[in-house]
């Protein structure tokens, strides 16, 4: 389910006549609906998620995928154009729950208001979604983990808030998680690093090994040297993140967690198996991997 960038205007905003939503019940289905609407490598909105949460992981899931529509699934609109659609989301979050009619908004304004969720999380990801308008390549590991505090690790703390288990250390934990599969995500996407003209490997790793963006191939040792220390620090994360499994209480949460962190594991895996050819083919879960991961999952 794709929108133009009109229809992206109007579901950022508190009203709309094309989108409008009568009830927090049609609010929430809304978001389910396109929530599973999109293909995703990691499990989204899993059965294993309580049924009586689940809309609300159904209405974060659709805010992100607003945001990150806006920044990313139009980019023939220019970006100051796109920034100001991410300000006036943002911005119409502080508006009263009452007073809004578009289904994304309103589902996630409910949200916040029967859980702990709360609007400062949602805002952590419009920020970087800003940074991916205004993108900038990252020069060090500090840098691609301060965009991974914005755009992935909300998402983890949120979840561990819906099911009430957010203290401190599981917060930790879960930030190693999410940064993780947002690393796993930039080493899959390396072949469309030049179409999307957004490069994530440290500029100061590639010039320590002497690489360029635009010839990565030039030199396929050092590359796969390089591209080894990339996977060695996300496994470092999914290690220490693992820790997660046995703290938190609730079993679905468990087998949650268990399944994706799983299944980014496998992507990396399969990352890892394309050596330098990742630069040129992008790996995919596909239906013989679901064995894998489920068999995995257990290990963990």
Request: proline share 3%; with cysteine.
């Amino acid at each position: 389910m794709k929108y133009n960038f009109e229809e992206l205007t109007e579901l950022s905003k508190c009203s709309s006549d094309k989108f409008k939503t009568t009830s927090n019940e049609e609010a929430f289905l809304f978001c389910k609906k396109l929530a599973q609407s999109h293909y995703e490598n990691f499990p989204v909105g899993s059965i294993l998620i309580p049924k009586s949460i689940r809309h609300h992981f159904y209405s974060i899931y659709a805010f992100s995928r607003l945001a990150d529509d806006i920044a990313d699934e139009n980019l023939t609109t220019v970006p100051k154009e796109r920034y100001r659609l991410l300000e006036q989301l943002e911005s119409s979050l502080e508006s009263s729950q009452e007073s809004i009619t578009t289904p994304i908004l309103r589902a996630v304004l409910k949200t916040c208001a029967e859980t702990k969720v709360e609007i400062v999380d949602l805002k952590r990801l419009i920020v970087a979604f800003k940074m991916d308008v205004k993108f900038e390549q990252p020069n060090d590991w500090n840098d691609l983990y301060n965009y991974c505090s914005f755009s992935a690790n909300p998402i983890g703390e949120m979840l561990l808030k819906l099911f009430d288990e957010a203290s401190e250390e599981n917060v930790s934990l879960s930030d190693d998680i999410c940064t993780a599969l947002q690393l796993v995500n930039f080493w899959q996407d390396i072949s469309r690093d030049s179409i999307n003209r957004r490069y994530y490997i440290p500029t100061d790793l590639l010039n320590r090994f002497g690489l360029d963006y635009n010839d990565l191939r030039s030199n396929p040792l050092r590359l796969q040297v390089c591209l080894d220390q990339l996977y060695q620090e996300t496994e470092k994360l999914f290690e220490n993140g693992k820790k997660l499994v046995y703290l938190v209480k609730n079993k679905r949460l468990k087998m949650e967690l268990r399944l994706i962190i799983s299944s980014g594991i496998r992507i990396l895996d399969k990352c890892k198996s394309l050596k330098t050819e990742i630069t040129l083919n992008r790996p995919s879960l596909g239906k013989s991997d679901a064995f894998i991961i489920l068999k995995n999952a257990f290990k963990l």
